[in-house]
């Protein structure tokens, strides 16, 4: 009797201890998911314990921790430039600052999103990156740039505090996950819409070999405008890189053969060009264009078909857009402001 009262009270105390954990556990992530401060940056408690802060298709988890190091990793490449050439300061302690790095904070958190979106749907279609593929894929970049592999790891640990292993991880795996998908939705998903706007294109052509008007074309194709295909003045570096070369060399009233960029085929017709005010060539531009299904968009479509959960009070879930949005109104106005014109502000450009 009491070699089995040891046992019942031994028990009673180590299910005591697992109940006192447990509820100093959700203690302390109820404090961090609701108390504490707007940035995750300053989330120390979040940092040190594992907590959720996104979970995909309810399993996949992305923790407070990681977002929290990335941030830290943006912060650092702003501290470790030199701006006041340019006439910049930045200065994430201010009010605007706090708002700006907010917004890094939102677009960090999609991008995550994103990167692990695409690795799960390629993991579903059997798609597999080894750490060879991402040592071979370094090595390739460090030969065709000429530098040091030393010297890379030194500024990478300047920049972003990163160590070579670290930037395999968060910039070299996703980029490969990302490359290898694409291929395989060109090859698969993409290729019925790709020979459709194909054989679309190839009609179109057709009409306007036979004598009718780029305009009558346009409207009569379903991929051309109602109003002849018109699409107004552009600079030549708004046009896709393929349409560029095309345009520069074209007479004004002359019509292009067909073009195929990443988005689909286009038919282009040179309406005018003219100089600006500050000496920059200027095209008017109509088209007769058909889709292909892009990666971008199929990637979409997939990420608003999955099963997404923020635990971050100031951000929801939108599964129509397939985004993180601010929940807070002001931060929606504030990001609404600054990005209207964002090469203005070189905190909010691309690192």
């Given amino acids: 009797m009491k070699e089995q009262n040891k046992k019942i009270k031994l028990s009673t105390l180590i299910y005591s201890i697992i109940v006192f954990i447990l509820f100093l556990f959700f203690l302390v992530a109820g404090y961090v998911y609701v108390f504490a401060n707007d940035n995750l940056i300053d989330k120390n408690l979040g940092e040190k314990i594992i907590l959720p802060a996104i979970i995909l298709n309810n399993k996949e988890i992305i923790s407070i921790k990681e977002i929290s190091e990335n941030l830290k990793s943006i912060q ?4 470790n430039q030199d701006f006041s050439s340019l006439g910049y300061r930045i200065d994430f302690s201010t009010g605007d600052g706090k708002k700006k790095l907010k917004l890094r904070e939102k677009e960090l958190i999609n991008k995550m999103i994103e990167d692990r979106a695409i690795e799960i749907l390629a993991n579903e279609r059997k798609i597999k990156i080894t750490k060879k593929m991402i040592d071979n894929a370094v090595e390739r970049k460090i030969s065709e740039r000429g530098k040091n592999k030393k010297n890379i790891a030194a500024n990478l640990d300047r920049l972003y505090g990163w160590s070579l292993s670290e930037f395999k991880n968060k910039v070299v795996k996703p980029s490969l996950y990302k490359e290898k998908l694409e291929a395989w939705v060109e090859e698969n998903a993409g290729k019925e819409k790709k020979n459709m706007a ?3 294109i190839a009609e179109a052509k057709k009409m306007l070999d ?4 780029f305009e009558n074309v346009a409207n009569k194709m379903n991929g051309g405008r109602l109003n002849g295909g018109y699409m ?5 570096d708004f046009l896709a890189e393929n349409i560029q070369d095309v345009v520069e060399k074209m007479q004004v009233g002359e019509i292009s053969d067909v073009i195929e960029t990443n988005l689909g085929y286009h038919i282009l017709k040179l309406k005018d060009k003219k100089k600006s005010e500050k000496g920059e060539e200027l095209y008017e531009i109509s088209q007769i264009f058909f889709s292909k299904l892009t990666f971008a968009d199929w990637l979409s479509d997939e990420i608003k078909k999955m099963n997404i959960r923020i635990f971050l009070k100031d951000y929801t879930w939108n599964s129509e857009s397939g985004m993180v949005e601010f929940k807070d109104y002001n931060m929606k106005n504030f990001e609404e402001k600054v990005l209207k014109n964002p090469q203005r502000d070189i905190s909010l450009m691309a690192l």
């Fill in 76 to 79: 650092r490449f702003y501290k």
């Fill in 198 to 200: 194909k054989k679309k």
């Fill in 210 to 213: 036979s004598g009718m008007s």
């Fill in 232 to 236: 107004g003045w552009f600079k030549k």
